[in-house]
C-alpha cells in the first residue's frame, strides 16, 4: 500500500466500508499479534490485544482521529494496548502476592479472625440461594455431584446448550454475590 492507498484506506473504513476494514483486518492481523506478543510474551493476550484495537477502531471510526498513517496508529495503539496490560498483570500479581504474604504471616488463624468461616458459609448458602430454581438445579448438579453437562441435560431433560447457559448465569452471580471472598478462596483452595 502506498501513502494515498492508505489514507484513501482510512477514509473509506471511517465511512463504513466493511470491505475495506476487513482488508485492513487481514493485512495488518498477523503481524499485529506477532508484534504484540513480542511485548506480553503470550499468543493469546496478544491476539485480544489486537482484537480489542479493532474492535475501537470499528466502532470509534466516526470520532477517531488518525492523523498518522493507518499502520503507524495501529502499531501505536498495539503497543500502548500490550504496555496497559503488562501493568494490569503486574498490579494483579503485586495484589495477589501481597494476599498470600498477609494470609501466610498472620496465620489461618488470623484469617479466621478476618473473614469468620460461618460468615463464609453463609454468604456462600445466600449466593446458591439467590439462584433460580433451574439454574441453582444445574450448579449443584455440576459442583456438587461432578455431573458432566450431557448428563445433566439428561437428568433434567433440557439440551446440553440449555445446561450451558445456566452454568454461566450461575457463575456470573456467584462471583458477583461472592466477589469480596474470591481471592481468599482461591488462596485457601489451591
Known sequence: MDVKEKIDSWHLIREGNKVEFEKVFKLYYKPLCDYACTIIKDSDESEEVVQNIFFVIWSKKKILGISISLKSYLYRSVHNECLNKLKHIKVKLV?????????????????????DAKE??????????????????????????????????????????????????????????LKDYLMLLIWLLY
Open 95 to 115: 495484589y495477589a502476592m501481597d494476599l498470600k504474604n498477609n494470609i501466610t504471616t498472620s496465620g489461618l488463624d488470623n484469617v479466621s479472625e478476618n473473614i
Open 120 to 177: 463464609l458459609n453463609k454468604k456462600i448458602q445466600s449466593a446458591l440461594d439467590s439462584l433460580p430454581e433451574q439454574c441453582g438445579k444445574v450448579f449443584k448438579l455440576s459442583r456438587f455431584e461432578n455431573l458432566k453437562y450431557s448428563e445433566i441435560a439428561l437428568k433434567l431433560d433440557i439440551s446440553i446448550k440449555t445446561v450451558e447457559n445456566h452454568m454461566g448465569k450461575a457463575l456470573k452471580i456467584m462471583r458477583d454475590n
